[in-house]
């Protein structure tokens, strides 16, 4: 693969809660355009990874840059504000904020950031939710949504501002089969017809050979990343943590 | 009753001695459930005791009938039993169930690292208590301090606090309270009054009573009661609120979208109950006077008139507006801690459930502190 534009440079990133670490000197790059998973088993710290990067917590050492500004440095509320602007994040729920419409959880961002007038926003919140096909659904509550409707539209509202750069936290996560091929579908589409950057926090395993182009393997025990590469590279990986991953079996070697 | 008798009665142990060997053998038959298994668990632990210790025992169960997992806990339960005993223990042969049980569980060893919780000095948690407090602390102070920047941000520029949302949380925080302030305080006055009528009455002071429920009531129980009331109603409901988002990753979210979740979510309900509170204690401070005019006049033979004119007399302006100064004051520590338990909510429900109960006790707690502290400097301004 052609060398392209890091977006995402992470440097010795290390992450401790009280005495319990739960990520130790991890480094690795996110190019421009890919869709990069980070994978690995429960509880291995993929999710907090993911709110390292989008700076909500800060690190108890390393350096996180995206687009070339240092993210735990910029420490100030404006700085990371900034950055902030450029970034989309789904989380696991989907996180709508329950007391407000579809339509206007999507048109929040856009709100509060822009001075678009209110025809404006509306013609936007409509093509946004046209993109992750719940056109129409302006009026239903949260509560009134399906699990994989409230994905889309959380995803719908991560896409508002256009960001250049979208996280995603377990996206599959609860979804049935289809509606997660769906939803990895739409995510493929996102990144082809817009050229976003991607980083996917996962483990299924189906999600990951579909959209994954490089990916990263974090392990639960040495707090580091076991493999990096592209998913077939590790589908073919011998080490033994890799393999049980990927070929489903017990690491002792059992059944 | 019978039927759990008739199964233990059932279970059969009968103890010999392993051929050439000086091992005891524990034969059990019978069918075993989560019924009996206790009954069968101590009875063979009566066994077990009349061996001297060293002893080696073996279990040996092949003719037991179990369809749950009770025997696999009888059996690692009785190793440990057991070795605790000081008894070498062996299992001889065991029935389908418990093996499947036993192997299905022995291939999921318990995690390796052991809760440190777990074991620890008294001295230890001790320690770890005052730590957590220290931290605990610290982190109120983080909050508190960008409380204040906040608010004091959003007085230069009021364009940007979301009035509409402090519009309808005045609504809900002030105007549903009012029924209920009312009441509560027209029955506390009552009562007051009431128990103090009897001693006012001994002593021909009959006419006092306005003095007391006035001074009582603008200063202290006015602003108390609403306080209160507003810390168990509002406090906690915006604990529960917060707390619900933030579990849910809504507070992550509005920050990645750029908004300050202090702003957007804080800043509004601070300063709604700042502004209701003190009205509320008007009205508290009004029904509860109302309540010491009924039991003036229906106990005490004063007419309504007598008693508003001592109550001019009793009560100034500053009675009234050190009451309200108050409760701007406990507004701000009810909703304050209303919404910082809420945003260091952390881990489900069961962390909802914790941050509204402690909402509601910090603030309770930080009222009456707080009550304390101003009659002090009241006394020492020489304002009290």
């Known amino acids: 693969m052609s060398e392209r534009k890091r977006v995402i440079e992470v440097r010795d990133l290390t992450v401790r809660f009280g005495e319990k670490t739960i990520l130790e000197n991890i480094s690795f790059d996110v190019q421009e355009g890919e869709i990069f998973v980070v994978l690995g088993p429960s509880g291995c710290g993929k ?73 404006m926003i509306e013609e936007i919140v409509r093509m946004k939710l046209a993109m992750v096909n719940l056109e129409g659904r302006e ?72 959209i994954a182009q490089r990916a990263i393997m974090l392990d ?20 033994p943590k890799v393999r049980a991953f990927f070929h489903r079996e017990r690491l002792d070697g059992e059944s | 009753m019978s039927k759990d008798q008739d199964q233990s009665t059932a279970v059969n142990v009968s103890v010999g001695q392993v051929e050439g060997t000086g091992r ?28 001297p210790s060293g ?20 059996v690692t339960r009785l190793e440990h039993d057991s070795t605790e005993m ?55 102070i983080i909050f508190i301090g960008r409380v204040v920047s906040s608010l004091l941000w959003s007085l230069t520029h009021p364009g940007k606090i979301r009035w509409r949302e402090v519009a309808a949380l005045i609504q809900r925080t002030g105007a549903e309270a009012l029924p209920i302030v009312a009441l509560l305080s027209l029955l506390v006055g009552l009562v007051t009054a009431f128990s103090s009528a009897i001693q006012l009455r001994q002593f021909g002071a009959n006419i006092f009573i306005a003095d007391l429920v006035g001074i009582g009531m603008t200063r202290e129980m006015g602003p108390l009661l609403a306080a209160i009331l507003l810390t168990g109603r509002s406090g906690s ?102 919404c910082f338990r809420g945003m260091e909510t952390m881990g489900g429900a069961l962390g909802v459930g914790r941050s509204t109960t402690a909402s509601v006790v910090t603030g309770i707690f930080l009222i009456v502190l707080a009550d304390s502290i101003f009659v002090i400097l009241f006394h020492y301004l020489g304002v009290g």
Not at chain 1, 75 to 82: A, I, N, Q, R
Not at chain 1, 104 to 115: C, G, I
Not at chain 2, 89 to 116: C, F, I, Q, V, Y
Not at chain 2, 314 to 329: C, H, P, R, T
């Open chain 1, 47 to 119: 999710t907090t990874l993911l709110k390292h990067m989008i700076g909500l917590h800060k690190p108890a050492n390393g350096s996180i840059r995206i687009n070339g500004t240092d993210i735990v440095q910029a420490g100030d509320e404006e700085g990371t504000e900034e950055i902030l602007r450029s970034v989309g994040v789904l989380f696991q729920s989907g996180a709508l904020f329950k007391s407000m419409t579809l339509g206007e959880n999507v048109a929040m961002p856009l709100r509060e950031k822009t001075t678009l007038s209110g025809d």
């Open chain 2, 86 to 140: 000081g008894l070498e223990w062996h299992l001889g042969e065991l029935d389908s169930t418990t093996r499947t049980m036993l192997a299905l569980s022995k291939g999921h060893p318990a995690h390796g690292e052991a809760d440190p919780q777990q074991d620890r000095s008294p001295i230890e948690a001790f320690g770890d208590m005052i730590l957590e407090a220290t931290a605990d602390l610290r982190v109120l």
């Open chain 2, 237 to 338: 409901a915006f604990a529960a609120e917060i707390g619900t988002m933030k579990i849910s990753d809504e507070v992550d979210a509005l920050t990645v979208m750029g908004i300050q979740p202090l702003d957007y979510l804080v800043l509004p309900r601070i300063l709604a109950v700042m502004l209701t509170l003190p009205l509320l204690t008007l009205f508290a401070d009004a029904a509860g006077i109302l309540g010491g005019m009924i039991i003036a006049i229906a106990s005490l033979d004063l007419t309504p008139l007598s008693f508003l004119q001592q109550l001019q007399k009793a009560i100034g302006v500053w009675d009234v507006f050190s009451g309200m100064l108050k409760a701007f004051f406990f507004g701000i520590l009810v909703a304050g801690t209303g």
């Open chain 1, 220 to 239: 639960n025990e040495t707090h580091g990343i076991v493999a990096e590469g592209t998913p077939d590279e590790l589908m073919a990986s011998d080490q």
């Open chain 2, 24 to 51: 005891i053998r524990l034969q059990l038959t019978g069918p075993i459930s989560f019924a009996n298994v206790d009954k069968v668990r101590s009875r063979l632990i009566e066994e077990l005791r009349t061996l």
């Open chain 2, 55 to 74: 002893q080696e025992v073996e279990l040996e169960m092949g003719g037991v009938l179990c369809r749950d997992s009770s025997t696999a806990g009888l």
């Open chain 1, 139 to 210: 009026n239903l509550m949260p509560n009134e949504m399906s699990g994989g409707m409230q994905k889309r539209g959380g995803l719908a509202r991560a896409i508002a501002l256009d960001p250049a750069i979208l996280f995603f936290d377990e996206p599959s996560a609860g979804l049935d089969p289809i509606t997660s091929v769906e939803l990895d579908e739409l995510i493929l589409a996102l990144n082809k017809q817009l050229g976003t950057t991607m980083i996917v926090v996962t483990h299924e395993l189906q999600s990951i050979m579909k």
